[in-house]
C-alpha cells in the first residue's frame, strides 16, 4: 500500500484508559460482575491447569449477603479458627490506625495501611505452613501479624529506632523476619516476584516441602519482573502461589493502566499454561480456601498457581497519598463486596459463634494492646530524636567483611558527629 | 516561583509550541504526579498528549524510543530516579545507541525526568543519586539543575535536544534552596534570587556550566542540591571559593572549570552519590589532566559513602557542612 492509496481511510487514534468516576461523580458498581456465592466449581488440587482457567475469569465466593458459607470452596474451618482469623485481621487494623497516627504525629516518615485488604494477607497466611517463605509486597502487614511477630519490633522498625532489627536502614514497614519465614521488603516494586519462583525452585531442587508464596499489587503485575516469574514459574513448575492484590488504584492510576480493561489478572495464568484463580479477596473464607488449594497443589508437585485478590483499597496509598485528587469518595463506602473484618464477624455471629459485644470488647482489648506495644518501642526512641542505632552501624552489612574504605569513612562519620556535638556519646548496647 | 512550578511551566511551554513533544509516565496525567510537576498539563493539552502509563520503567522508555524513531519528542518521567533500573537496558542499549547504529536513520529525541538524591528521609529506594552510571554511557546527555531558573531553561533545551537527555531533578530543593544545616529552617524559594523565572520561552545550552559564586581560594565543583550546601557553608565559614554549578554532567563544560581551577589553583568536588566510581572520579581525573601544573594541593573529594543511603542516619550520610568544612579546611592549609 502507497501513502497515496491509504488517504481514504480513517485516522488512527490513541486510546489512552479513563476510571469510571472521579473526584464528584456518583458512584454506580452495578456494572460490576459479582459472582453468586458458592456457584463455582472446585476442581481437584490435581486438575490440569486448563481446567481452571474458566475460575480466572469468575469470582470465587463463599459468604453471601447473609454471611453464610456456601458452596464447595468452603473451607470449612472451626470456629476457633474463624475467630483467630477475626482477631489477627482486627489487630492488623487497629495497629494500622495507630501507626497512621503515629506518623502524622512526626514519630517516623511515612506508612502503607491496608485497610480493606486484610483477608488477602491474614487469611492467606492461614492457609499456608508457618514455614512457608513469603515474599510479600509493601501491603502484606497482616502476614507477619499473623504469623506472631512482635508488634514492638514491627514498631522499633517503623520508627527507626536504637531496636530496630533492621537498624535503621530500611523505609518503615519494610520488615524483614528470616524466622517467620518472612522475606525482606524492597521498595522496588515486582522484584520479589522472580526471587519467590527461585527459592520454590530451589525448593524443589533441595526435594523440600515448603513451598513459597508472593504478593504484587495489581498495578506492578506491569512490570518485567511479574512475567519473568510466571515463565520461570511454568517452565520449571516450580512450588509458589503468586498472589495478585487487585485493589483497583495503583496510586492514581487504575487498574485500566495495568491492563484490567481486557481481562482479569488471573487470567495471566492461562497464557502461560498454570492454574489461576480469581477470589473475592473481601470474603476472607474465600481467600483461605483459594490459597490454601493452590498450597495443596504446590505441595502435590503439581506448580505454581497465579491468584487474584479482588478487592479495594479503602484508604489513601500511603501518608503520602490525598486520594481525594483523583476518586471518588463514594468508591469506597459504595464497594459492593463489603469489608472483610465485617464479613467474617456477621459469619460468626450467623454461626452463633461470637457476638456484638464479644467484637466490641475484642476491639478495646486490640486498641490496648497496640497502645501498650506502642509505649514500650517509644522507650527505644522515634525517628529523628538520636536514639538511633550506632553511626558505626551504617558501614556494616554492605559486605560480609568491612573493607579498607569504608572503615575509612566509619571514622569520618564519627569524627564529624563529633565536631557538630562534642558532649554525644555514642548509644551502646 | 519554585522548581516544581518552574518544571511545570517548561513543560507547558513546550507541549504549546511542539505537537510533538508528549508526556507520558506514571501517575503524571490526571493526578499530575506525585510530586504535582506535570499538574494540570492533561487538562490543558488532553490525554493523548499527557498520559498516564502502566507501572513498567522498561514499557515507558521502551515506548519513547518508538516515539522518537517515529517523530514525536517524548518527556517521560520516572517517578524516582531508583526506579529507573528496571528500564536501563531499553535506555543504555537502546535509547543511547539509536543514532550511532543506524548512522543517523533512527534518533531518540527524549527527556527522562526524574526526581533523585536524599535528604527527605526517603530511605534506600527514594534517595539514591544513580547520575554517574548514566555519564558512563556513551549516546546520553545527563543534565541537573540547580534552582528554578535553570530548570526551566535547561529543560527547554533538553526537550529540544535531539538526543536523548536524563534530567535528573534534586528533588530536595523542589521548594526551597537547602543549606545542608538540616536543623534549620529552609526557606522557601521566593527569598532567593534564582527563583527569579522569566515568563515564556528561553532556554540554557546543554554543557554550559554556571559560576554560582565567584571567588579565588579554591574552586568547587557541584551540582544539583550541592551548589547550596557548599554556597552556605562557604558563607558560615567565610572561606573565599568560586562555585562552578555544572548543569550538565555530559558534555561538560571542561573550559570553565579549567580558567577556574587555573586561577584559584584549588579544587574541590561535591557530590552527594557513593564516592567510588563517582562522578568526582571523573571531574579529578580531567582537573588532574588539564591543570596539573596550576594545581597547589592535592583535589580535595566529597561524596555521599558507599553504602545503600540509610533512613535513620541520613543525615550522618548526607555530605553535609561539617565533611565539606573539613575538606576546605585541608584546602586553605596546604597554600
Ligand atoms: C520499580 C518501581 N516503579 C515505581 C515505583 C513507585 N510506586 C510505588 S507504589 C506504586 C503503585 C503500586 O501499585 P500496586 O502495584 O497496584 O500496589 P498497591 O499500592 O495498590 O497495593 C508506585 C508506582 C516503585 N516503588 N518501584
Same mark, same amino acid.
Request: charged share 25%.
Given at each position: %500500500?502507497?501513502?497515496?492509496?491509504?488517504?481514504?481511510?480513517?485516522?488512527?487514534?490513541?486510546?489512552?484508559?479513563?476510571?469510571?468516576?472521579?473526584?464528584?461523580?456518583?458512584?454506580?458498581?452495578?456494572?460490576?460482575?459479582?459472582?453468586?456465592?458458592?456457584? #463455582?466449581?472446585?476442581?481437584?488440587?490435581?486438575?490440569?491447569?486448563?481446567?481452571?482457567?474458566?475460575?480466572?475469569?469468575?469470582?470465587?465466593?463463599?459468604?453471601?449477603?447473609?454471611?453464610?458459607? #456456601?458452596?464447595? $470452596?468452603?473451607?470449612?474451618?472451626?470456629?476457633?479458627?474463624?475467630?483467630?482469623?477475626?482477631?489477627?485481621?482486627? !489487630?492488623?487494623?487497629?495497629?494500622?490506625?495507630?501507626?497512621?497516627?503515629? #506518623?502524622?504525629?512526626?514519630?517516623?516518615?511515612?506508612?502503607?495501611?491496608?485497610?480493606?485488604?486484610?483477608?488477602?494477607?491474614?487469611?492467606?497466611?492461614?492457609?499456608?505452613?508457618?514455614?512457608?517463605?513469603?515474599?510479600?509486597?509493601?501491603?502484606?502487614?497482616?502476614?507477619?501479624?499473623? *504469623?506472631?511477630?512482635?508488634?514492638?519490633?514491627?514498631?522499633? #522498625?517503623?520508627?527507626?529506632?536504637?531496636?530496630?532489627? @533492621?537498624?535503621?536502614?530500611? !523505609?518503615?514497614?519494610?520488615?524483614?523476619?528470616?524466622?517467620?519465614?518472612?522475606?525482606?521488603?524492597?521498595?522496588?516494586?515486582?522484584?520479589?516476584?522472580?526471587?519467590?519462583?527461585?527459592?520454590?525452585?530451589?525448593?524443589?531442587?533441595?526435594?523440600?516441602?515448603?513451598?513459597?508464596?508472593?504478593?504484587?499489587?495489581?498495578?506492578?503485575?506491569?512490570?518485567?519482573?511479574?512475567?519473568?516469574?510466571?515463565?520461570?514459574?511454568?517452565?520449571?513448575?516450580?512450588?509458589?502461589?503468586?498472589?495478585?492484590?487487585?485493589?483497583?488504584?495503583?496510586?492514581?492510576?487504575?487498574?485500566?493502566?495495568?491492563?484490567?480493561?481486557?481481562?482479569?489478572?488471573?487470567?495471566?495464568?492461562?497464557?502461560?499454561?498454570?492454574?489461576? @484463580?480469581?477470589?473475592?479477596?473481601?470474603?476472607?473464607?474465600?481467600?483461605?480456601?483459594?490459597?490454601?488449594?493452590?498450597?495443596? *497443589?504446590?505441595?502435590?508437585?503439581?506448580?505454581?498457581?497465579?491468584?487474584?485478590?479482588?478487592?479495594?483499597?479503602?484508604?489513601?496509598?500511603?501518608?503520602?497519598?490525598?486520594?481525594?485528587?483523583?476518586?471518588?469518595?463514594?468508591?469506597?463506602?459504595? $464497594?459492593?463486596?463489603?469489608?472483610?473484618?465485617?464479613? @467474617?464477624?456477621?459469619? !460468626?455471629?450467623?454461626?452463633?459463634? $461470637?457476638?456484638?459485644?464479644?467484637?466490641?470488647?475484642?476491639?478495646?482489648?486490640? %486498641?490496648?494492646?497496640?497502645?501498650?506495644?506502642?509505649?514500650?518501642?517509644?522507650?527505644?526512641?522515634?525517628?529523628?530524636?538520636?536514639?538511633?542505632?550506632?553511626?558505626?552501624?551504617?558501614?556494616?552489612?554492605?559486605?560480609?567483611?568491612?573493607?579498607?574504605?569504608?572503615?575509612?569513612?566509619?571514622?569520618?562519620?564519627?569524627?564529624? *558527629?563529633?565536631?557538630?556535638?562534642?558532649? $554525644?556519646?555514642?548509644?551502646?548496647? | 516561583?519554585?522548581?516544581?512550578?518552574?518544571?511545570?511551566?517548561?513543560?507547558?511551554?513546550?507541549?504549546?509550541?511542539?505537537?510533538?513533544?508528549?508526556?507520558?509516565?506514571?501517575?503524571?496525567?490526571?493526578?499530575?504526579?506525585?510530586?504535582?510537576?506535570?499538574?494540570?498539563?492533561?487538562?490543558?493539552?488532553?490525554?493523548?498528549?499527557?498520559?498516564?502509563?502502566?507501572?513498567?520503567?522498561?514499557?515507558?522508555?521502551?515506548?519513547?524510543?518508538?516515539?522518537?524513531?517515529?517523530?514525536?519528542?517524548?518527556?517521560?518521567?520516572?517517578?524516582?530516579?531508583?526506579?529507573?533500573?528496571?528500564?536501563?537496558?531499553?535506555?543504555?542499549?537502546?535509547?543511547?545507541?539509536?543514532?550511532?547504529?543506524?548512522?543517523?536513520?533512527?534518533?531518540?529525541?527524549?527527556?527522562?525526568?526524574?526526581?533523585?538524591?536524599?535528604?527527605?528521609?526517603?530511605?534506600?529506594?527514594?534517595?539514591?543519586?544513580?547520575?554517574?552510571?548514566?555519564?558512563?554511557?556513551?549516546?546520553?546527555?545527563?543534565?541537573?539543575?540547580?534552582?528554578?531558573?535553570?530548570?526551566?531553561?535547561?529543560?527547554?533545551?533538553?526537550?529540544?535536544?535531539?538526543?536523548?537527555?536524563?534530567?535528573?531533578?534534586?528533588?530536595?530543593?523542589?521548594?526551597?534552596?537547602?543549606?545542608?544545616?538540616?536543623?534549620?529552617?529552609?526557606?522557601?524559594?521566593?527569598?532567593?534570587?534564582?527563583? /527569579?523565572?522569566?515568563?515564556?520561552?528561553?532556554?540554557?545550552?546543554?554543557?554550559?556550566?554556571?559560576?554560582?559564586?565567584?571567588?579565588?581560594?579554591?574552586?568547587?565543583?557541584?551540582?544539583?542540591?550541592?551548589?547550596? /550546601?557548599?554556597?552556605? /557553608?562557604?558563607?558560615?565559614?567565610?572561606?573565599?571559593?568560586?562555585?562552578?554549578?555544572?548543569?550538565?554532567?555530559?558534555?561538560?563544560?571542561?573550559?570553565?572549570?579549567?580558567?577556574?581551577?587555573?586561577?584559584?589553583?584549588?579544587?574541590?568536588?561535591?557530590?552527594?552519590?557513593?564516592?567510588?566510581?563517582?562522578?568526582?572520579?571523573?571531574?579529578?581525573?580531567?582537573?588532574?589532566?588539564?591543570?596539573?601544573?596550576?594545581?597547589?594541593?592535592?583535589?580535595?573529594?566529597?561524596?555521599?559513602?558507599?553504602?545503600?543511603?540509610?533512613?535513620?542516619?541520613?543525615?550522618?550520610?548526607?555530605?553535609?557542612? /561539617?565533611?565539606?568544612?573539613?575538606?576546605?579546611?585541608?584546602?586553605?592549609?596546604?597554600?
Amino acid at each position: %500500500m502507497t501513502a497515496a492509496s491509504r488517504s481514504n481511510l480513517n485516522p488512527l487514534s490513541l486510546h489512552v484508559p479513563e476510571p469510571r468516576f472521579r473526584p464528584g461523580d456518583t458512584v454506580d458498581y452495578t456494572d460490576l460482575a459479582i459472582s453468586e456465592a458458592g456457584a #463455582q466449581p472446585r476442581p481437584d488440587e490435581t486438575c490440569e491447569a486448563a481446567e481452571t482457567h474458566p475460575l480466572c475469569t469468575d469470582l470465587i465466593r463463599v459468604l453471601d449477603d447473609a454471611g453464610k458459607a #456456601q458452596g464447595p $470452596w468452603d473451607p470449612k474451618l472451626d470456629p476457633e479458627t474463624l475467630r483467630r482469623m477475626l482477631r489477627t485481621m482486627a !489487630l492488623t487494623r487497629a495497629f494500622d490506625d495507630r501507626m497512621y497516627r503515629g #506518623q502524622r504525629q512526626g514519630k517516623t516518615s511515612f506508612y502503607m495501611k491496608c485497610t480493606g485488604e486484610e483477608a488477602t494477607s491474614v487469611a492467606s497466611a492461614f492457609a499456608l505452613a508457618d514455614d512457608d517463605m513469603v515474599f510479600p509486597s509493601y501491603r502484606q502487614q497482616g502476614v507477619l501479624i499473623a *504469623r506472631n511477630y512482635p508488634l514492638v519490633e514491627m514498631i522499633n #522498625q517503623i520508627y527507626s529506632n536504637r531496636a530496630d532489627k @533492621l537498624k535503621g536502614r530500611q !523505609l518503615p514497614i519494610m520488615y524483614s523476619s528470616r524466622d517467620h519465614s518472612f522475606f525482606t521488603i524492597s521498595g522496588n516494586l515486582a522484584t520479589q516476584y522472580p526471587q519467590a519462583v527461585g527459592w520454590a525452585m530451589a525448593s524443589a531442587i533441595k526435594g523440600d516441602t515448603r513451598i513459597a508464596a508472593a504478593w504484587v499489587g495489581e498495578g506492578s503485575t506491569a512490570e518485567g519482573d511479574f512475567h519473568s516469574a510466571l515463565t520461570f514459574a511454568a517452565v520449571y513448575n516450580a512450588p509458589v502461589v503468586l498472589n495478585v492484590v487487585n485493589n483497583q488504584w495503583a496510586i492514581s492510576s487504575f487498574s485500566g493502566f495495568a491492563g484490567a480493561e481486557r481481562t482479569t489478572f488471573a487470567a495471566r495464568a492461562v497464557g502461560y499454561g498454570i492454574a489461576g @484463580l480469581r477470589v473475592d479477596g473481601n470474603d476472607p473464607l474465600a481467600v483461605h480456601a483459594a490459597v490454601q488449594w493452590a498450597a495443596n *497443589r504446590a505441595r502435590a508437585n503439581m506448580g505454581p498457581t497465579l491468584i487474584e485478590h479482588f478487592t479495594y483499597r479503602a484508604e489513601g496509598h500511603s501518608t503520602s497519598d490525598d486520594p481525594s485528587q483523583y476518586r471518588s469518595a463514594h468508591e469506597r463506602e459504595e $464497594w459492593p463486596l463489603g469489608d472483610p473484618v465485617m464479613r @467474617l464477624k456477621n459469619h !460468626l455471629i450467623a454461626l452463633g459463634e $461470637w457476638s456484638d459485644d464479644q467484637h466490641a470488647a475484642m476491639d478495646a482489648d486490640l %486498641m490496648e494492646q497496640v497502645k501498650a506495644a506502642t509505649k514500650e518501642a517509644e522507650k527505644n526512641g522515634i525517628l529523628g530524636h538520636g536514639l538511633h542505632h550506632p553511626f558505626h552501624t551504617m558501614f556494616e552489612d554492605v559486605f560480609e567483611e568491612l573493607p579498607w574504605h569504608l572503615d575509612d569513612q566509619a571514622e569520618q562519620a564519627i569524627r564529624e *558527629r563529633r565536631i557538630k556535638w562534642p558532649t $554525644w556519646k555514642e548509644y551502646e548496647k | 516561583m519554585n522548581m516544581i512550578e518552574a518544571i511545570n511551566n517548561a513543560l507547558d511551554i513546550m507541549l504549546d509550541r511542539d505537537p510533538d513533544v508528549i508526556i507520558m509516565g506514571e501517575d503524571v496525567g490526571y493526578f499530575g504526579g506525585v510530586f504535582r510537576a506535570t499538574a494540570g498539563l492533561q487538562k490543558k493539552y488532553g490525554k493523548t498528549r499527557v498520559f498516564d502509563t502502566p507501572i513498567s520503567e522498561c514499557g515507558i522508555i521502551g515506548a519513547a524510543v518508538g516515539m522518537g524513531a517515529y517523530g514525536l519528542r517524548p518527556v517521560p518521567e520516572i517517578q524516582f530516579a531508583d526506579y529507573i533500573y528496571p528500564g536501563l537496558d531499553q535506555l543504555i542499549s537502546e535509547a543511547a545507541r539509536l543514532r550511532y547504529r543506524s548512522a543517523g536513520e533512527f534518533i531518540a529525541p527524549m527527556t527522562v525526568r526524574s526526581p533523585f538524591g536524599g535528604g527527605i528521609f526517603g530511605g534506600q529506594t527514594h534517595s539514591q543519586s544513580p547520575e554517574a552510571l548514566f555519564t558512563h554511557v556513551a549516546g546520553l546527555k545527563t543534565v541537573i539543575p540547580s534552582n528554578p531558573h535553570d530548570a526551566k531553561g535547561l529543560l527547554i533545551a533538553a526537550i529540544e535536544d535531539n538526543d536523548p537527555v536524563i534530567f535528573f531533578e534534586p528533588k530536595r530543593i523542589y521548594n526551597g534552596p537547602f543549606s545542608g544545616f538540616y536543623d534549620k529552617p529552609v526557606e522557601p524559594w521566593s527569598k532567593h534570587p534564582d527563583s /527569579v523565572v522569566p515568563e515564556g520561552y528561553y532556554s540554557i545550552p546543554l554543557g554550559k556550566a554556571r559560576i554560582a559564586r565567584e571567588g579565588a581560594a579554591m574552586t568547587v565543583l557541584a551540582y544539583g542540591t550541592m551548589v547550596h /550546601v557548599v554556597a552556605s /557553608v562557604c558563607e558560615e565559614k567565610g572561606v573565599d571559593a568560586e562555585i562552578i554549578d555544572l548543569r550538565t554532567l555530559v558534555p561538560l563544560d571542561i573550559d570553565t572549570i579549567v580558567a577556574s581551577v587555573e586561577k584559584t589553583g584549588k579544587c574541590m568536588i561535591v557530590h552527594e552519590a557513593t564516592r567510588t566510581s563517582g562522578f568526582g572520579a571523573e571531574l579529578s581525573a580531567l582537573v588532574q589532566e588539564h591543570c596539573f601544573y596550576h594545581l597547589e594541593a592535592p583535589i580535595e573529594r566529597v561524596t555521599g559513602f558507599d553504602t545503600p543511603y540509610p533512613h535513620s542516619l541520613e543525615w550522618a550520610y548526607f555530605p553535609g557542612p /561539617v565533611r565539606i568544612g573539613e575538606a576546605m579546611d585541608r584546602l586553605l592549609k596546604d597554600s
